[in-house]
């Protein structure tokens, strides 16, 4: 299995950025894909963004397509999101996560993710 922490959410103004990191251990981490998800409160926790174990697939919920970037690097066990052009609406506690399948059957449903990240806590004022 894999273990899974979340750093550097904070509070920024609506039109900055900030840049987000889970670090892996565990398992090796090119073993997994990797995701990202968020939960605003009262809110059913939702899909952002995915990557597939190599780096080379992305796919992007569209809420933040065009804003957010997700990527990793393999030799540090890390993934990061970088989020541009944040908005208030983008306030959640942001999870990574990790999924043993094969990524074409990878879904963006938080059920089918097989480990999970304590959370980090992004805060956009307006």
Same mark, same amino acid.
Request: proline share 6%; charged share 15%; hydrophobic share 35%.
């Given at each position: 299995q894999v273990q899974l922490v979340e750093s550097g959410g904070g509070?920024?103004?609506? *039109?900055?950025s900030l840049r987000? #990191?889970? /670090?892996? #251990?565990?398992?090796p981490f090119s073993y997994y894909g990797m *995701?990202?998800?968020? !939960? /605003?409160?009262g809110k059913e926790r939702e899909f952002v963004a995915r990557i597939d174990q190599s780096g080379s697939t992305r796919n992007y919920a569209d809420s933040v397509k065009g804003r957010f970037i997700i990527s990793r690097d393999n030799d540090k066990n890390a993934l990061y999101l970088q989020m541009n052009s944040?908005?208030?609406?983008?306030?959640?506690v942001y999870y990574c996560a990790a999924s043993g399948r094969t990524y074409r059957f990878t879904t963006d449903s938080p059920s089918d993710w097989d480990y999970w990240g304590q *959370?980090? !806590?992004v805060t956009v004022s307006s």
């Open positions: 509070l920024v103004q609506a *039109g900055g987000v #990191s889970c /670090a892996a #251990s565990g398992r *995701g990202w998800f968020r !939960q /605003a409160p944040l908005k208030p609406e983008d306030t959640a *959370g980090t !806590q």
